[in-house]
T-cell receptor, first 113, second 113 residues
Framework: GNSVTQMEGPVTLSEEAFLTINCTYT??????LFWYVQYPGEGLQLLLK?????DKGSNKGFEATYRKETTSFHLEKGSVQVSDSAVYFC????????????FGKGTKLSVIP | DAGVIQSPRHEVTEMGQEVTLRCKPI?????LFWYRQTMMRGLELLIY????????DSGMPEDRFSAKMPNASFSTLKIQPSEPRDSAVYFC???????????FGPGTRLTVL
């Protein structure tokens, strides 16, 4: 079946540090990949996505590249801000007759001034 | 667009009472999803609809839970009778096509005493 594995948190960084949150997946076919962000007290928001191998999704300074050879979709940001503190979820959609998203367990990021 | 709308935002009730959560999806979206989020179990898909028809309810924990979608702009999740272990944040999400990502509502925080 489909699965998503994220690095366990929490992750604590100083402001302006470089961020990487690892995500690897197992899926049938050629899935679409997503990163969602959940700020405290809010619902999940779609941060970025990639629908085929070697695509790079980007938004708000965050980037992730769809690597089929390593089945990975790592999230990166060059310089984090305090406002980036949130929980980040990696997810995939494999199609193949199912319309569900498969989510990772989430990685909590705290950015300190 | 107003996004996905959920009500109420917070609900506190006593064990044994009936609870009804409401969701209005984004206009034109064909898919509607109900999720539950807890610290212990993370984000769980309960049920999803396509064109108002329930497609997969395998995530509904037990018969106390039921969901309906009488029309394209409204869905309910009902718990009867409620129990303390049902305390969680319940999210509704909608999408035009799951392959392009789901859009989440702000959630309903349910507390069952």
């Amino acid at each position: 079946g489909n699965s998503v594995t994220q690095m366990e948190g929490p992750v604590t960084l100083s402001e302006e540090a470089f961020l990487t949150i690892n995500c690897t997946y197992t899926a049938t076919g050629y899935p679409s990949l997503f990163w969602y962000v959940q700020y405290p007290g809010e619902g999940l928001q779609l941060l970025l996505k990639a629908t085929k191998a070697d695509d790079k999704g980007s938004n708000k300074g965050f980037e992730a590249t769809y690597r089929k050879e390593t089945t990975s979709f790592h999230l990166e940001k060059g310089s984090v801000q305090v406002s980036d503190s949130a929980v980040y979820f990696c997810a995939l959609y494999s199609g193949a007759g199912s319309y569900q998203l498969t989510f990772g367990k989430g990685t909590k990021l705290s950015v300190i001034p | 667009d107003a996004g996905v709308i959920q009500s109420p935002r917070h609900e506190v009730t006593e064990m044994g009472q009936e609870v009804t959560l409401r969701c209005k999806p984004i206009s034109g979206h064909d898919y509607l999803f109900w999720y539950r989020q807890t610290m212990m179990r993370g984000l769980e898909l309960l049920i999803y609809f396509n064109n108002n028809v329930p497609i997969d309810d395998s995530g509904m924990p037990e018969d106390r839970f039921s969901a309906k979608m009488p029309n394209a702009s409204f869905s309910t999740l009902k718990i009867q009778p409620s129990e303390p272990r049902d305390s969680a944040v319940y999210f509704c999400a909608s999408s035009l096509d799951t392959g392009i990502g789901q859009f989440f509502g702000p959630g309903t925080r349910l507390t069952v005493l």
